[in-house]
């Protein structure tokens, strides 16, 4: 194994135990950066405001009904679901937890590695000076500018890889593009698979309109200083030259174990879903 990568797991991943901590909760959403966070957990809201009729978020950055899991619940009558970032450690779901605790249900939301860090990049242009070829490869263990860099990604995609192998059932995974090309179907998908109250499926379709690109934009909290919703429409791989392209290639194929569909041997596009999600919807 690549030592840097080896002592950056170690450090920051290996022994992170939260999602067992907040294994109470109903369910899990779970997310990497620059993946459609926001947008997963919106949709999501304006489904349980409705059907379990409290008021909507006051704007996107809002978590009272789905957030952190220590901010106290405004309304306990509400199956209580959670955002994590967090790639677990392996002892959380190993074969001696499993038989002594029960595991909420996890819904996995996955984007192009190559999508996310250039969001990310986009994001924070203006507070760095590395370049795009820089950033892609400063894997310092210490004095990183960007936590989610390309080796956290790839931790994240194997850690949550590892859970849906060992709890097959409990894993649902969502592919950020794939929502992309039909918003109201997998957000339904996801939702009868938490096995959640619906009175009228019509929600689903009015969530995605409620929750589209524009309308989020328009929804932003005045305070933030980056905007959460991407402006820029260009293909993510545009960003990569030809050395990064082999670079990154190169890297995942020394170190991604799990890739959920994602082939990052081509170079075509970052924004179309993944073959294992588009023979799923078909």
């Known amino acids: 194994m690549d030592l840097t990568y080896a002592s950056r797991y170690l450090i920051h991943d290996l022994f992170r135990m939260s999602v067992f901590w907040h294994r109470h909760a109903y369910g899990h959403i779970v997310t990497g950066q620059q993946s459609g966070s926001h947008w ?16 909507p978020l006051r704007h996107i950055d809002d978590r009272l009904i789905i957030g952190h899991p220590r901010v106290p619940q405004p309304y306990p009558h509400i199956p209580q679901l959670i955002w994590t970032h967090h790639a677990p450690s392996p002892l959380v779901h190993a074969g001696p937890m499993r038989r002594l605790f029960e595991f909420p249900k996890y819904v996995l939301l996955l984007r192009d590695i190559r999508a996310s860090l250039v969001g990310q990049y986009e994001k924070h242009r203006q507070d760095t000076t590395l370049t795009f070829s820089e950033y892609l490869r400063d894997h310092r263990v210490f004095g990183r500018q960007f936590k989610w860099d390309l080796d956290k990604r790839i931790v994240f995609f194997n850690a949550w890889g590892r859970v849906g192998e060992r709890l097959p059932g409990q894993v649902c995974t969502v592919h950020y593009e794939n929502m992309r090309r039909d918003t109201a179907g997998e957000l339904e998908r996801f939702w009868r698979f938490l096995e959640l109250p619906i009175t009228d499926p019509g929600v689903f379709q009015q969530a995605a309109v409620a929750c589209s690109k524009e309308e989020m934009s328009r929804q932003e909290p005045r305070v933030r200083t980056h905007n959460l919703v991407r402006q820029d429409e260009r293909d993510p791989v545009e960003w990569f030259s030809d050395d990064d392209r082999a670079y990154f290639s190169t890297r995942c194929d020394r170190l991604l174990k799990h890739r959920f569909g994602y082939s990052f041997d081509d170079w075509t596009s970052a924004k179309q879903p993944p073959q294992a999600a ?3 919807a078909a």
Do not use: C, D, Q, Y
């Open 40 to 55: 997963i957990n919106n949709l999501l809201a304006h489904v349980v405001s409705a059907e379990f009729k409290i008021p």
């Open 278 to 280: 588009v023979a799923r």
